[in-house]
């Protein structure tokens, strides 16, 4: 299982050269949340953002099956729909 550590890591390792090429400011937050539906983590993902007033949410989208997107919905469409700020969603 990825740790905070690794996963900030990764993110600085591939997203902050990007950022820092482009003359962007950035901030890497990586939380672990012991919530677990769906919804509530993508409402504190939208919170967050807005705490920390940022100019976008770059989210990670996970492969879900078709039955389980239509059930269960996911996180980063919620983020879409809901987050006041711009969301960019890697594949």
């Given at each position: ?20 090429a ?60 809901h ?7 890697l594949?």
């Open positions: 299982m990825l740790q905070i550590d690794d996963a900030e890591a990764v993110l600085r390792r591939t997203l902050a050269p990007i950022c820092e482009a003359g962007a400011s950035y901030m890497i937050e990586v939380k672990i949340s012991s919530v677990t539906d769906k919804d509530c983590v993508a409402e504190e993902i939208c919170q967050s953002a807005e705490k920390l007033e940022a100019t976008a949410v770059v989210l990670a989208r996970q492969k879900h099956s078709y039955l389980e997107e239509v059930f269960e919905g996911s996180v980063t469409k919620y983020c879409c729909a987050c006041k700020h711009p969301v960019t969603v594949h």
